[in-house]
């Protein structure tokens, strides 16, 4: 029988394995298209239905909403960090998977001292080993902090709706980061679509785009359709993946995470943080 001080020692060991995780960052040109409810919608059926462990980080700095859509009150911001707090302090976790929130204190990063960054990306290297994925939730458009996460990230979810002026926003998001850092890990998810030949209409039609002006293509991730049960959860600060699992949203979302775990896992450890905080210090 295994005794309890094995029990703990189990359990530290557990905690402290390098998983090597990847990350994955949600971003779209317009706002208001569902990124956060893709990302927490992601976060919850990877660590649930695939049993991952998983990190959403809330990057939105203008409107960081992931708390208020898990109903999680919380006041804590990276600046916290930067001035010495542990990061264990400030994530939190709902229904199996972990919340970092509050990036919009990522500002303060041009505010200290080189040490307290080097303290900083250790710390945060740390807390990410423990993870299987980092889902990282953007701000709508292409500012400098959305740029830092996409080019840091080894793939993004680039969510559009069928509304031309989403399209359009996603192109130009994909044609900057492609003419600027040549960025092309994209993967689009048709978010709000009717059915499922709008979805894929809408797809071509921003891809027919990308393969004519950038010389790339795109896959697509998948098509999720408009469903009022989305905003009746939101509403009650539900997530619909666990109130409403046969919903054809949470369905089409769960092949899109199976798709996403098929994929090779990164091959080296990735230096998500060094990069990040190098393009901010730098802009
Ligand atoms: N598939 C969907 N069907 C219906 N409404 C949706 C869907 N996805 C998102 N929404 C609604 O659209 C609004 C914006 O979603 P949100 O995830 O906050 O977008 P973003 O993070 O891109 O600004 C919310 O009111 C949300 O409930
Ligand atoms: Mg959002």
Known sequence: METQAQGLIKLVNEKKVNRNPKFLAV?????GVGKTNFAVNFSYILANDFNRKVLL???????ANVHILVNVNTKKTLKNILNGEKIEDIIFTTRNFDILPGFSGIDAINEVEDSAVFRFVQNLNEISQQYDYIIIDTAAGIDNKVISFI?????TYVIT??????IMDA???IKSMKKLYDYSDFKVVVNMAKNEEEGLETFERLNSSIKKFLNMEVKLAGVLPATKN???????KQIISE???SEKFVIQLKK????????????????????????????
Do not use: C, H, N
């Not at 989305?230 to 009650?236: C, D, F, R, S």
């Open 161 to 166: 709706t069928p509304e031309p002026t989403a």
């Open 230 to 236: 989305i905003q009746k959860t939101v509403k009650k």
């Open 27 to 31: 971003a779209s040109g317009k706002g």
């Open 171 to 173: 192109y130009a998001l």
């Open 57 to 63: 980080i809330d990057a939105d700095i203008g409107m």
């Open 243 to 245: 109130v409403y699992p």
């Open 256 to 283: 899109i995470a199976a798709d996403e775990l098929g994929e090779p896992p990164p091959a080296v450890k990735e230096s998500f943080w060094e990069k990040v905080v190098g393009f901010l210090r730098r802009e």
């Open 151 to 155: 080019r840091a990230s080894s793939k």
